[in-house]
């Protein structure tokens, strides 16, 4: 039996002793539950507030934030070391609703700043932060967009049995897929999860039989599917009529604290580049001995070279601490160390561990965590560091208010893709068999977010379209929108598309995250274009934590003018953070010649 080494599990006890049904935990839970309380009752008094009762109440709201996003994440840290941990899945039972609860007195709290006169402002301005009086004022010029407290809960209560209940019959419908397909003359019935294994096969044939399985079933099913997706998509573009909002990227801006003008920028600047990938596609074409690509092709490696260099844990941190001392990064290089010597990272392997990486941070107790699956590859190491990239960014904001805290998805990605970046934007001390494979990896993340999402954003942006016309969108209607842009975006250079990206992508079917495309792609080249500038500027690092600690105040474009000087309204900035990905087509170009 294998030894763990205490380096490969994290320790949790700095923070709180003991599981979900300890002593501790459920004195905090019980003083929460108090805290919550009291401020509904607070709120819920109908006299005027002068200026110290509405300093009581947003201290008060501050700490309630804090505790509520600190036991959430302790129990989701919980669940994620140990999915059997029946007393960790209890108190994420009841810490819903209390979430809940406090989604409801966020917007009594934010309808009593509103309702706040003249002086009161001024009072506010004079002591408060700059930051925190700005973070309100954006508060209560989103305000005027919704409708009434009331309503908004009323809608959050009816949305459980109908809005959310169409997330949740999706959920249940593509879980209960079958697929029958033949491997080497064995047929066999899988899931969508077992399917997705043959998509990344050695033989294209498998990979081809993985596609007709996936249409079969599917074409089966489409007409539920569809349904799911009008009722879900009609149901939004409702709402937003109530609210009276024109546009139907209204929420998903207003969410991600940018403007429609930074989004055309950002996409017309790629369709412009979208050719510099054909060349890439048919050299792979070429080395898979095949005339054009099709869509399950498209991430298939064309390198196979096992990687012979293997890096512990303890190796991972130092290569990933140089490489971030090497870029002008003492402060991320020093976080890196200290993250691995105080047990904040859970690197093992073992049963009941959640699958993938994920980061938490504890507002109160001013620390970070984090998990990965490490299997000692390179691709590890740039999985570790990702995840230490999200930790890094939560150590920044620490020291803000809680309001000032959360950032947006669009700049969610910033910190943890600039970490991969450093790691792996150089080739040295990367063995030379490597080499090829991590470029193809890069170039096919730039096919992901670049023209993938690119597809899935404009075929999502057409379907509200046209549900906002009060059209309904049948199977066939889907199909052929989704195909029609995905020839667009390719340039109609593959030898199949799939059809059925609408029915199985689930962030079409996600109901607090419209449009849960663009954000990755906009966190990509956001990255890209900061990594582009670090380059030429030895004190890059103290822009860059302002920055980071910036990131749950301002828009986009506040934020980029205010810390860089650029303009992601204009095409120019999108333009340099390009230039990277081509330049890695042309050195895989060079290399497979």
């Given at each position: 039996?294998?030894?763990t080494?205490?380096?490969?599990k994290w320790?949790?006890?700095s923070?709180?002793?003991?599981?979900?049904d300890?002593p501790e935990?459920?004195?905090?839970?019980?003083?929460l539950k108090e805290?919550v309380?009291e401020?509904?009752d607070?709120l819920?008094?109908p006299?005027?507030k002068d200026w110290?009762s509405i300093?009581?109440l947003?201290l008060?709201?501050?700490d309630?934030t804090k505790?509520?996003?600190?036991?959430?994440?302790f129990?989701l840290?919980?669940t994620?070391?140990?999915?059997?941990?029946?007393?960790?899945?209890q108190?994420?039972?009841q810490?819903s609703?209390l979430s809940r609860e406090?989604?409801?007195?966020?917007?009594?709290?934010?309808?009593t700043l509103n309702?706040?006169?003249?002086?009161?402002?001024?009072?506010?301005?004079?002591?408060?932060s700059?930051?925190?009086?700005?973070?309100?004022l954006k508060?209560?010029?989103?305000?005027?967009?919704t409708?009434h407290?009331?309503?908004?809960n009323?809608i959050d209560?009816l949305?459980i049995?109908?809005y959310?209940?169409w997330e949740a019959?999706?959920?249940q419908s593509?879980?209960?897929l079958?697929?029958?397909?033949?491997?080497?003359?064995?047929e066999?019935?899988v899931?969508?999860g077992?399917?997705?294994k043959y998509?990344?096969?050695?033989k294209?044939?498998?990979?081809?039989?993985?596609?007709?399985a996936?249409v079969r079933?599917?074409?089966?099913?489409?007409?539920?599917?569809?349904?799911?997706?009008n009722?879900?998509?009609?149901?939004r573009?409702?709402?937003?009529?109530?609210?009276?909002?024109?546009?139907?990227?209204?929420?998903?801006?207003?969410?991600?604290k940018?403007?429609?003008?930074?989004l055309?920028a950002m996409?017309?600047?790629i369709?412009?580049n979208?050719q510099m990938?054909?060349a890439y596609?048919?050299?792979?074409?070429?080395?898979?001995?095949?005339?054009k690509?099709?869509?399950f092709?498209?991430?298939y490696?064309i390198s196979?070279a096992e990687?012979t260099k293997?890096?512990s844990?303890?190796?991972?941190i130092e290569?990933i601490?140089?490489k971030a001392?090497?870029?002008?990064?003492?402060v991320?290089?020093q976080f890196v160390?200290?993250?691995?010597d105080?047990?904040w990272?859970?690197?093992?392997?073992?049963?009941n561990?959640?699958?993938?990486?994920?980061?938490?941070?504890?507002?109160?107790?001013q620390?970070?965590r984090?998990?990965?699956?490490y299997?000692s590859?390179?691709?590890d190491?740039t999985?570790?560091?990702h995840e230490l990239g999200?930790t890094?960014?939560?150590?920044?904001?620490?020291?803000?208010p809680s309001?000032?805290?959360?950032?947006p998805m669009s700049?969610?990605?910033?910190?943890?893709?600039?970490n991969?970046l450093?790691?792996?934007e150089s080739?040295?001390g990367i063995?030379v068999e490597?080499r090829l494979?991590?470029?193809?990896?890069?170039?096919n993340?730039?096919v992901?977010y670049?023209?993938y999402?690119?597809?899935?954003?404009?075929?999502?942006l057409?379907?509200?379209?046209?549900k906002?016309?009060g059209?309904y969108l049948?199977?066939?209607?889907l199909?052929?929108?989704?195909?029609?842009f995905q020839?667009?975006?390719f340039?109609d250079c593959?030898e199949?598309?799939?059809e059925f990206?609408?029915?199985h992508?689930p962030?079409?079917y996600?109901?607090?995250q419209p449009f849960?495309n663009?954000v990755?792609?906009?966190?990509f080249?956001?990255s890209?274009g900061?990594?582009?500038m670090?380059?030429?500027?030895p004190?890059f690092?103290?822009?860059?934590?302002?920055l980071?600690?910036d990131t749950g105040?301002?828009?986009?474009?506040?934020?980029s003018?205010?810390?860089?000087?650029?303009?992601l309204?204009?095409?120019?900035?999108w333009?340099?953070?390009i230039?990277?990905?081509?330049?890695?087509?042309?050195?895989f170009?060079?290399?497979?010649?």
């Amino acid at each position: 039996m294998k030894t763990t080494n205490n380096t490969e599990k994290w320790t949790l006890d700095s923070l709180y002793k003991g599981k979900g049904d300890s002593p501790e935990i459920i004195e905090f839970f019980q003083c929460l539950k108090e805290k919550v309380n009291e401020l509904i009752d607070n709120l819920k008094i109908p006299s005027e507030k002068d200026w110290e009762s509405i300093k009581h109440l947003i201290l008060h709201m501050d700490d309630v934030t804090k505790r509520l996003e600190e036991l959430k994440e302790f129990t989701l840290s919980l669940t994620s070391q140990d999915s059997s941990d029946e007393a960790a899945k209890q108190l994420d039972y009841q810490l819903s609703d209390l979430s809940r609860e406090f989604s409801q007195l966020e917007r009594l709290f934010y309808q009593t700043l509103n309702g706040m006169d003249g002086s009161i402002w001024e009072k506010m301005k004079e002591e408060l932060s700059s930051p925190l009086y700005f973070y309100f004022l954006k508060q209560k010029e989103r305000l005027s967009d919704t409708l009434h407290p009331e309503m908004e809960n009323l809608i959050d209560e009816l949305s459980i049995d109908g809005y959310r209940s169409w997330e949740a019959l999706y959920q249940q419908s593509i879980n209960k897929l079958k697929f029958t397909i033949t491997v080497d003359g064995k047929e066999g019935v899988v899931t969508f999860g077992e399917l997705a294994k043959y998509n990344s096969n050695s033989k294209r044939s498998i990979r081809l039989a993985a596609h007709e399985a996936r249409v079969r079933t599917l074409n089966e099913n489409e007409d539920l599917f569809a349904s799911i997706l009008n009722h879900l998509a009609g149901f939004r573009t409702k709402l937003y009529k109530q609210r009276g909002w024109d546009s139907v990227l209204k929420e998903t801006l207003t969410l991600n604290k940018m403007s429609e003008t930074t989004l055309k920028a950002m996409w017309d600047t790629i369709k412009d580049n979208n050719q510099m990938f054909q060349a890439y596609f048919q050299r792979k074409a070429k080395l898979l001995g095949v005339e054009k690509l099709s869509y399950f092709d498209l991430f298939y490696p064309i390198s196979s070279a096992e990687e012979t260099k293997k890096y512990s844990i303890k190796d991972a941190i130092e290569f990933i601490s140089h490489k971030a001392y090497e870029h002008s990064f003492p402060v991320l290089s020093q976080f890196v160390k200290d993250s691995y010597d105080n047990r904040w990272i859970d690197s093992e392997i073992r049963p009941n561990k959640r699958q993938g990486g994920m980061a938490f941070a504890f507002p109160i107790s001013q620390e970070s965590r984090l998990f990965v699956n490490y299997n000692s590859e390179f691709n590890d190491v740039t999985v570790l560091a990702h995840e230490l990239g999200h930790t890094f960014h939560a150590t920044v904001l620490f020291d803000q208010p809680s309001f000032c805290q959360k950032y947006p998805m669009s700049l969610a990605e910033t910190a943890s893709t600039f970490n991969e970046l450093i790691v792996t934007e150089s080739t040295e001390g990367i063995p030379v068999e490597q080499r090829l494979s991590n470029i193809e990896e890069k170039i096919n993340t730039a096919v992901l977010y670049l023209l993938y999402v690119q597809f899935h954003f404009h075929f999502e942006l057409e379907m509200y379209n046209r549900k906002k016309a009060g059209k309904y969108l049948s199977a066939e209607e889907l199909k052929s929108l989704i195909v029609a842009f995905q020839k667009e975006v390719f340039s109609d250079c593959l030898e199949h598309y799939q059809e059925f990206f609408w029915l199985h992508t689930p962030h079409f079917y996600y109901i607090d995250q419209p449009f849960y495309n663009f954000v990755y792609t906009f966190g990509f080249l956001f990255s890209n274009g900061l990594f582009e500038m670090s380059k030429t500027d030895p004190n890059f690092e103290k822009k860059y934590i302002e920055l980071l600690k910036d990131t749950g105040i301002y828009s986009v474009e506040e934020l980029s003018e205010k810390h860089l000087g650029i303009d992601l309204t204009k095409p120019v900035f999108w333009e340099k953070s390009i230039q990277l990905i081509k330049q890695q087509i042309e050195e895989f170009l060079e290399i497979t010649k």
